[in-house]
């Protein structure tokens, strides 16, 4: 069973440009997080998606923002990127959504670079 | 608002011995309490979990207790192996679904 592929891997951009990061989540699963890691703040929620909606958003501003599709699969997009927003992205997969929180499968990350 | 708190930062252990990460949340809804591992260039890994009505959960040579009056929770590892390496995270699960609040992680390291 294939796990959490997100793309690309490496990516390095400049302060002002915009990025897209795709997630294609395990087979099955409706529920896609996204989370964004870095030395100084750890691991961070950005938003979670179930059946193409939006059901939580953590505290980041409105120049980052998700989607999901049909098939599950799901995009986030970081515009006006700034310096501070170089970090891995973390994307992650669950059977289930709601009240009752289950096993997120992380995929391996997106690592972006802003110079 | 929500907050987990994980110590210590960085552990390092001889071959055998125990370790143990330690944790506080802030949020008293929370009711899911999963530990990951993460090895250097992969993504989190969960390791164990624990639900707010058990108080202590064992798998081989892992184990998680949970102290909900005092909103605290641990990772126990036995026997060490240097294979156990890595960057251990805890996180909690307030009240929302699929949002988890991570602790700052603590880089295990386990000397042969």
């Known amino acids: 069973k294939a796990g959490v592929t997100q793309t690309p891997r490496y990516l390095i951009k400049t302060r002002g440009q915009q990025v897209t990061l795709s997630c294609s989540p395990i087979?099955?699963?409706?529920?896609v997080s996204w989370y964004q890691q870095t030395p100084g703040q750890g691991l961070q929620f950005l938003f979670e998606?179930?059946?193409?909606?939006?059901?939580n958003k953590g505290n980041f501003p409105g120049r980052f923002s998700g989607r999901q599709f049909s098939n599950s699969r799901s995009e986030m997009n970081v515009s006006t990127l700034e310096l501070g927003d170089s970090a891995l992205y973390l994307c992650?997969?669950?059977?289930?959504?709601?009240?009752?929180?289950?096993?997120?499968?992380f995929g391996e990350g997106s690592r972006l670079t802003v110079l | 608002g929500e907050n987990v708190e994980q110590h210590p930062s960085t552990l390092s252990v001889q071959e055998g011995d125990s370790a143990v990460i330690k944790c506080t949340y802030s949020?008293?809804?929370?009711?899911?309490f999963p530990w990951y591992k993460q090895e250097l260039g992969k993504g989190p890994q969960l390791i164990i979990d624990?639900?707010?009505?058990?108080g202590e959960k064992k798998d081989q040579r892992i184990a998680v207790t949970l102290n909900k009056t005092a909103k605290h929770f641990s990772l126990h590892i036995t026997e060490t192996q240097p294979e156990d390496s890595a960057v251990y995270f805890c996180?909690?699960?307030?009240?929302?679904?699929?949002?988890?609040?991570f602790g700052q992680g603590t880089e295990l390291s386990v000397k042969p």
């Open positions: 992650a997969s669950s059977l289930i959504a709601g009240e009752v929180t289950g096993e997120l499968f």
């Open positions: 998606y179930f059946s193409e909606t939006q059901r």
């Open positions: 996180a909690s699960s307030p009240r929302q679904g699929g949002k988890l609040i």
């Open positions: 087979s099955g699963h409706r529920s």
């Open positions: 949020d008293s809804a929370s009711n899911y």
């Open positions: 624990i639900r707010s009505n058990v």
